[in-house]
């Protein structure tokens, strides 16, 4: 008996404090799905936005969570509040620097 009780509610904070969601996920949504989301739902003013799900690390009840793991292997015992939002931060990689190379070739010298 599959009901709105066996959805996590999830909102994503972003490092500026503001918020994307809260949206339901069923517990078998991986988390390369919610980054998927959170790249479609990334507000359009915003600077340094993620380009790539690979751009986006999601950081749950302090662990990062891996894009091949579902909500339910990931559900942390802080999550079992009934009618809980659970609030994932993002982090976004800056992108690499073009002249990461000559930065690294001068660091050597």
Same mark, same amino acid.
């Given at each position: 008996?599959?009901?709105?009780?066996?959805?996590?509610?999830?909102?994503?904070?972003?490092?500026? #404090?503001?918020?994307?969601?809260?949206?339901?996920?069923?517990?078998?949504?991986?988390?390369?799905?919610?980054?998927?989301?959170?790249?479609?739902?990334?507000?359009?003013?915003?600077?340094? #936005?993620?380009?790539?799900?690979?751009?986006?690390?999601?950081?749950?009840?302090?662990?990062?969570?891996?894009?091949?793991?579902?909500?339910?292997?990931?559900?942390?015992?802080?999550?079992?509040?009934? #009618?809980?939002?659970?609030?994932?931060?993002?982090?976004?990689?800056?992108?690499?620097?073009?002249?990461?190379?000559?930065?690294?070739?001068?660091?050597?010298?």
């Amino acid at each position: 008996m599959a009901g709105v009780q066996d959805q996590f509610e999830i909102k994503f904070r972003l490092i500026d #404090g503001s918020d994307i969601g809260p949206k339901t996920f069923p517990p078998a949504t991986s988390v390369a799905t919610l980054k998927e989301s959170v790249l479609a739902q990334w507000p359009k003013e915003k600077e340094n #936005g993620p380009r790539t799900v690979k751009d986006v690390k999601l950081i749950s009840a302090g662990k990062i969570l891996e894009n091949n793991k579902t909500l339910g292997e990931c559900q942390s015992p802080l999550c079992d509040i009934p #009618g809980g939002v659970t609030t994932m931060h993002v982090v976004v990689q800056p992108p690499p620097l073009e002249k990461d190379e000559e930065c690294w070739n001068w660091y050597k010298k």
